[in-house]
């Protein structure tokens, strides 16, 4: 089967992004691999790339499975992996949310492939794209860090609740079997954690009881939780944000604190 001009591979060969990414190599070693396919073959390997997207400095005929871009990349945000040139996670990060919104921020966060300064820095070196404005205002939404739209959604309630008490994003906590449990959002100071829960990381059997496990060991340490289905924060914005400043000034008055973290005078 004809990869590229006199580059062959197996039947189906076509079909794998693997056996695409090798043409190139053989094809045109200085080519850069870009968008959805960089990121599967890197850091993202459930994402789907049904083309192969790259960088060429050559103009080259089109080709199956294949689409050639024209542009230039500086060489600060290039990645090299096992001998093919790709655009580094913070580069693919934000070529990719044109059509992703912030969910690419989200999974590279959560996955531990790139910083929030990586990505400003990404940013900072390619000016004057397009999108450029709606990248700026999500990694502004993202200083939080979310591992989730989710949980980013849940971040922006609670920034909205001008809250005087500080908060901390997947904090760790750790629990009594030695293991350690990373809360989505907790305020230390009220011993307070928020969940934002999808049901595609906890709608099996295992992760009811996983979850319900750790709730009852933070509760035994004196933190009290709640949690938000990922529908519910989307769908639900204003009850979401009412019902969370229910919660902290609930909190509030639970523990008799003030405004500044001490107690009230008895």
Do not use: C
């Not at 397009?130 to 591992?147: F, G, K, T």
């Amino acid at each position: 089967m004809r990869l590229l001009p006199g580059i062959y591979g197996p039947p189906g060969s076509r079909e794998s992004l693997e056996f695409r990414a090798a043409a190139l190599r053989l094809a045109d070693p200085d080519a850069i691999i870009t968008g959805a396919a960089a990121a599967h073959l890197t850091w993202w390997p459930d994402l789907p790339a049904p083309t192969l997207t790259a960088v060429r400095s050559l103009r080259t005929a089109s080709a199956a499975g294949y689409l050639w871009e024209r542009r230039s990349i500086p060489f600060d945000l290039i990645a090299e992996f096992h001998g093919l040139k790709y655009t580094g996670p913070a580069l693919t990060v934000l070529d990719l949310i044109g059509d992703h919104g912030g969910r690419p921020i989200d999974e590279a966060l959560r996955r531990g492939a790139v910083t929030l300064t990586q990505l400003w820095r990404a940013l900072d070196l390619t000016p004057h794209r397009r999108n450029n404005a709606l990248r700026r205002a999500l990694l502004e939404d993202s200083r939080d860090a979310p591992w989730s739209e989710a949980e980013r959604l849940l971040h922006r309630y609670v920034r909205a609740g001008h809250h005087p008490w500080s908060f901390s994003t997947n904090h760790p906590v750790g629990l009594a079997n030695g293991r350690v449990a990373y809360l989505d959002l907790a305020m230390p100071a009220l011993r307070l954690y928020l969940e934002a829960d999808g049901y595609q990381y906890h709608g099996s059997r295992t992760a009811f009881e996983h979850d319900r496990d750790r709730d009852t060991d933070l509760a035994a340490q004196g933190w009290q939780g709640h949690r938000f289905s990922a529908a519910f924060l989307e769908h639900s914005p204003d009850d979401s944000l009412r019902r969370i400043n229910a919660i902290i000034d609930r909190r509030v008055q639970q523990l008799g604190l003030t405004p500044s973290g001490t107690n009230r005078p008895g």
